[in-house]
Structures are given as C-alpha cells and as structure tokens.
C-alpha cells in the first residue's frame, strides 16, 4: 500500500468531487501495489515522460495520472475523460499553445472520430 501525494491541480479536483467519489478514488489509488503497477493491467495504462514512468487509470468519469515516487503515488492530474486537456497530455502536447495543436494530424483524428460515434 502506497502513501498518495497530489498536485495543486488533482488536489482541486479531488476537494471539488461528491465525498463519495473523494473516497472512491482514495480507495481506488490505495489499493494500489508496486506488484499491480509492474504486471501488465488492462485497467492500469503506462506511459513514459521525461525520464519519468505515468501510470493512467479510469474512475467513473474521469482519469488519473500518477507516478510512484519510492514509497508513495504522486498523483499529477485528475482530467475528466475524451477531453482537451486529457488529449493535450496524452499525445504530449502543450495546453496553451493553440497553434501547434492545429498542426498536430492525431487532435484532428481525434475529433473526426468523435463526430463519427454520434452519427
């Protein structure tokens, strides 16, 4: 069982949440064991970042993104799922500049194919 840290954006977000979704995802990150995160899960998703090793998991609407950090899980983001935001960081972008992501052909994928799943 790890200790769980958070930033001042998953902090805001969590202290926003109904209790009943805080302790969800209290539980949800607690349960968590080095042994889980280094076993190949399909509910866990891995990604590498600067270096760093970022692990994504889903709860309800929403997606977590944390790192272990010796004894403890940091977690850096709480993003609501298929948003700007949770797109920006998976595919690495920066969130404040606008140009370089309309030169980015996989945002463009990304909402052509929110357009064809409500047809």
């Known amino acids: 069982m790890f200790q769980v ?3 001042e954006q998953s902090l805001g977000v969590l202290n926003s949440l109904p209790q009943s979704e805080q302790l969800g995802l209290m539980d949800r990150l607690g349960s968590l064991s080095s ?3 280094h076993e190949k899960n399909e509910h866990i998703g891995k990604f590498f970042r600067k270096d760093k090793t970022f692990y994504r998991i889903r709860l309800g609407d929403m997606r977590i993104y944390f790192e272990q950090v010796k004894i403890a899980l940091h977690c ?3 993003l609501p799922k298929h948003s700007l935001n949770d797109f920006l960081f998976r595919c690495k972008l920066p969130s404040s500049e606008n140009a370089i992501l309309e030169k980015h052909n996989s945002f463009w994928d990304y909402l052509e194919s929110l357009s ?3 047809e």
């Open 5 to 7: 840290t958070f930033s």
């Open 76 to 78: 850096h983001y709480i």
């Open 35 to 37: 042994d889980i995160l």
């Open 116 to 118: 064809k799943t409500k």
